[in-house]
């Protein structure tokens, strides 16, 4: 099933951290690594990411279970690059027709799947530790998002599990009905496509009706409206991000000074 | 009836645009399950990921189609990243920064015509565009050790040309769909149905 | 505050040709409890979202004029509540204190008022749980009670209800109209839906009821209106109280077994339950909310794979096939077989148009076409949907949804029949004749199994009963 509430224990020091301040450090830590395609600052990164792991109360085992399909696209990369890699420097390894595997291959390929997990597991991590209302409200009071713009997506994101149990509705009101696919592929796809259209439907429909309740409650009266929960943007928030900055920084630092870095432009 | 071509957006514009957004969301989550179900072997088939790509794109095109207001079609693909990224798809962060980017694709096509045409060229403008927008950030940010003339340009041009055909032509024949059910009825697009 | 005049007024929604409320001239003092009744489709429900200011200008067209407190509803959104029929759709946070607070945060309440309001409104309410409770966890009765605490929240000048205890088990139902009653203010005007009258005849001191045809029927104090006009009135469909309904229990024993349930059960959605359900026998299946019946529901017609236990269908229902247990036949045959009608009417609809949802079925099953339009037409002018028969089932209203669900799965006539909440939001006539279906059907030797809060329904047709507790 789909997870929608954060899973990790909310009062770890950093998990408490402002939304918009969390979400802005991955950003920052994430692209400061796109930057790079050696291996040395990726890996540098990971081991910095999985040490913070606790302070943001996030286990393992979460992770692990939120970033398998990355293992997937790490195979995906391997294959791809042993077929058409731009350069095939270093020792050949295998050959085999035009499948040509060489040493520099093989860095290359170990460089693209730990920036892979370098660059995306910081952002599993700050997601894993917020809670959706926490982020719209900072998003409005920190980020100066257009309240009814995040407001109406935060609405809208609570149909999330709704919609999860109306795929199964549907698909049983079908079964009742006397439709169903049987075992032919090209039969489960039509019905998959009719499926998510009747999903389709059945969301907007409620999301017009949810609209009218909210503005039946005076959501958009144009009035100014208050808020019910402070969000704060301290001095330990800031730093939070010139933190993931520098840290990001220095393995990059050591990747130049080790003589390993790439860039990704150049 | 009174034409509704003022370029505020009202709450279920507001509503509705998420909704769809979020709606991709399960899809997306339910196509994952029914693709690993029905192939998993496809997966590694590197050209057939940039012909399933325009899959991802359809809530730009949709959304720019269905609510028809400047900023439609961003908001809606910015939305689904970000409640992907909710969901905890595997990408974190990183997948709002994309959804920016291929959302501003489609943005700019709607923009080109003022907001005032929403038919199939313009769908299929605004489709080419995201997948523009996508096949540029996978070029540079995750293609660039790949071999450019064998697997970075056959990858990117058909990236744009599934994001056409399914994002745009997909996304355009979806809202005559959702029209005709009077699931639109509150927006001009389900009031452009003409009874045949 | 909250006086209301219509004058004149009707409202016609989009894509239909008939008005769904016609000349209605009516006035409302401040403070007035006012029940406005009317059969399923005079237009209740459209007028109560007339008074909340919304009903969108470019939805539909209106006549006359509508007035709360001498302005344009659109404009006084802010002196009025309304709750829905269906919670669900009308909460909008994640947690219950914040649904609360949403509405005084767009009144632009100063913050340090809001908690204090938040927990007044839950507390009258009589809401059991802390404020961080998750609006996703809360049975629909608990939902009701926070979306009217949201409401009282803003202190309204009118408050509009809507059919609030549909689907609500009667304790819950009675919490409902207590908590109703109890944050009422002296100013206060209240407008209430509501079918059935007795309940909710405690809380008003007039009735107004709407003519199907346009125009208000009768306005007067209860005693006034169910005196003078009560047999017309009932006659119409109005639930008088005070009339019972003909009992229509089965008239000859029941025949063979067609399904059993052994252990049947769905941790933690439904504990352990035994029963056989036999040809040409009603059975009823009550408790409380969230005791599992739907899911009980859902597990008979073979839709869910059951937790815990095993349903068996017998030679009578399931021919040579009764090696498999219904969640595993295809699903043509199920459809033949067992028929279901779902609690939210909304999730069975699979066409586009009344007729086309009710031909679906029996042209599933391959019957002949001319043989499809007689049962359909039938059908339709049962069940008083003749009317809407090209109308898109999801524009129709609660109780004529309601109706059609019900007939869908009546199209293939199944030998067995699992219906869920059948007569909620019927007004007496069409509960009457839905009555006559079940027992028609039944007389022919179809089995019926029905979850109900129902009571008139229970004592009307049920043969025999089964009580489900929370597991
Ligand atoms: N969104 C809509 N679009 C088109 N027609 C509608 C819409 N909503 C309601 N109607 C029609 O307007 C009429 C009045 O509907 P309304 O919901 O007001 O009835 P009601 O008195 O509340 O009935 P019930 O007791 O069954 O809830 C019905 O015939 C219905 O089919
Ligand atoms: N799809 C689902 N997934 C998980 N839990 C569910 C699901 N549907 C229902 N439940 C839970 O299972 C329990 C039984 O639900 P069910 O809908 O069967 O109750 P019910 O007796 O029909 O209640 P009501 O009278 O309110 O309709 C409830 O606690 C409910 O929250
Ligand atoms: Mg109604
Ligand atoms: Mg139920």
């Known amino acids: 099933m789909i997870s929608f509430e954060p899973v990790a224990a909310p009062g770890a020091p950093l998990a408490r951290r402002n939304p918009v301040a969390k979400l802005v450090a991955a950003l920052v830590f994430s692209f400061i690594l796109i930057a790079t395609l050696d291996p040395v600052a990726p890996a540098i990164a ?38 058409f890699a731009a350069e095939r420097s270093g020792r050949v390894l295998v050959e085999a027709g035009p499948v040509v595997v060489t040493s520099g291959v093989l860095l290359t390929a170990l460089g693209l799947v730990l920036r892979m997990f370098a660059v995306a597991l910081p952002g599993v991590i700050v997601f894993a530790t917020t809670d959706p209302t926490d982020l719209a409200d900072a998003l409005i009071q920190n980020a100066k998002a257009p309240a009814r713009f995040a407001i109406g997506a935060l609405a809208a994101f609570r149909l999330v599990p709704l919609l999860g149990q109306e795929w199964q509705m549907i698909s049983m009101a079908r079964r009742a009905r006397g439709v169903e696919s049987g075992r032919n592929p090209l039969a489960k796809l039509r019905l998959f496509a009719s499926t998510a259209f009747a999903l389709l439907v059945g969301a907007i429909r409620r999301g017009t009706r949810l609209a009218v309740a909210m503005d039946a409650r005076g959501f958009d009266a144009g009035t100014p409206r208050t808020v ?16 993931s900055a520098a840290l990001a920084g220095a393995a990059l630092t050591v990747s130049v000074l080790l003589g390993t870095f790439r860039p990704l432009i150049g | 009836m009174r034409d509704n071509n003022t370029t505020r957006w009202r709450t279920v514009d507001i509503v509705v645009a998420a909704v769809i957004a ?47 207001k400047p900023g439609a079609a961003l908001f809606c693909e910015a939305v689904a990243a970000t409640v992907s990224a909710l969901l905890g798809a595997e990408w974190g962060g990183v997948t709002i920064v994309q959804g920016l980017i291929q959302g501003l694709g489609a943005e700019l096509a709607f923009a080109a015509f003022r907001y005032r045409s929403f038919r199939l060229p313009t769908a299929l403008i605004a489709g080419a565009l995201t997948g523009l927008g996508a096949a540029l950030f996978d070029f540079f940010v995750w293609n660039s050790e790949y071999a450019l003339a064998s697997y970075r340009i056959p990858y990117a041009l058909l990236t744009i040309v599934s994001a056409a055909a399914v994002a745009g032509a997909g996304a355009w024949a979806l809202t005559r769909a959702l029209a005709t059910t009077g699931a639109l009825d509150r927006f001009p697009a389900g009031r452009d149905r003409t009874p045949i | 505050m909250g006086a209301v005049v219509l004058r004149g007024f009707g409202w016609r929604h989009g894509g239909r040709r008939a008005w769904a409320v016609r000349g209605v001239d009516l006035r409302v003092e401040a403070g007035e409890r006012v029940l406005l009744l009317g059969p399923s489709g005079a237009g209740k429900s459209t007028l109560l979202a007339a008074l909340a200011g919304l009903l969108p200008e470019d939805s539909g067209e209106q006549e006359g004029t509508v007035e709360v407190d001498g302005l344009d509803p659109r404009e006084s959104r802010d002196r009025v509540g309304i709750v829905f029929q269906d919670p669900e759709s009308q909460l909008v946070m994640a947690r219950s204190g914040d ?11 100063p913050a340090r008022e809001i908690w204090p309001r938040v927990d007044e409104a839950l507390a009258r309410v009589g809401f059991p749980y802390p404020r961080d409770r998750p609006t996703a966890a809360l049975s629909g009765g608990e939902q009701q009670r926070l979306a009217l605490a949201g409401v009282l929240a803003l202190r309204p000048g009118l408050l509009l209800l809507d059919e609030p205890t549909a689907n609500l088990d009667p304790t819950g139902a009675a919490l409902i109209r207590a908590a109703v009653a109890g944050a009422l203010d002296a100013d206060t005007t209240l407008i209430l839906v509501e079918h059935r009258v007795a309940e909710a005849l405690p809380l008003v001191d007039r009735v107004v009821v709407l003519e199907p045809g346009g125009g208000v029927r009768a306005d007067g104090t209860p005693e006034a209106v169910f005196g003078t006009h009560g047999d017309t009135l009932a006659a119409e469909g109005v639930w008088v109280p005070g009339r019972p309904v003909p009992p229509r229990q089965a008239t000859t024993p029941a025949g063979d077994v067609l399904v059993t349930a052994d252990r049947l059960g769905l941790p933690p959605r439904l504990a352990a339950v035994d029963l056989a359900v036999r040809a040409g026998e009603a059975l009823a299946v009550l408790g409380p909310n969230g005791a599992g019946k739907s899911t009980l529901a859902l597990l008979l ?109 009546l199209a293939t006539a199944p030998r067995l029949l699992v219906c869920d909440e059948p007569t909620f939001g019927q007004d007496r006539r069409t509960w009457l004749e839905l009555v006559d279906l079940f027992a028609e059907l039944r007389d022919a030797g179809h089995g019926l199994v029905a979850v109900t809060h129902d009571p008139e329904f229970v004592a009307a047709l049920a043969d025999r009963r089964l009580i489900l507790e929370r597991p």
């Open chain 1, 46 to 83: 990971i081991a910095v990411e999985l040490a913070v792991l606790p302070l943001f109360g996030v286990r393992l085992r979460v992770l692990a279970r939120r970033t398998w399909p990355l293992l997937v696209g790490a195979v995906g990369v391997v294959v791809t690059l042993v077929l």
């Open chain 1, 228 to 243: 019910a929960r402070q969000q704060r943007f301290v001095a330990a928030d800031g730093l939070l991000i010139v933190c």
């Open chain 2, 22 to 68: 979020v709606a991709f969301g399960v899809i997306f989550w339910a196509w994952g399950l029914l693709w690993r179900a029905v192939d998993p072997a496809f997966a590694f088939f590197p050209a057939g990921q940039a012909i399933m790509y325009g899959v991802w794109l359809v809530p730009a095109v949709l959304g720019g189609l269905v609510i028809r």
């Open chain 3, 99 to 109: 649904d609360v607070a949403f509405g005084l945060e767009n009144r632009g309440i």
């Open chain 3, 301 to 409: 017609g073979g839709l869910l794979k059951p937790g815990a236990g095993r349903v068996a269908a017998t030679t009578a229902l399931a021919g040579t096939d009764t090696g498999t247990p219904p969640h595993r036949w295809r699903a043509p045959a199920l459809a033949r077989r067992i028929g279901s009608v779902f609690q939210d009417p909304e999730h069975q609809f699979v066409a586009n148009t009344v007729y086309d949802e009710l031909a679906l079925g029996p042209r599933r099953t391959g019957q002949p076409e001319p043989a499809i339009r007689s049962t359909v037409d039938g059908l339709l002018s049962r069940l008083r949907l003749t009317k809407l028969a090209a109308a898109n089932p999801y524009t129709l209203s609660g109780g004529e949804a309601r109706r059609l669900s019900v007939a869908t799965a």
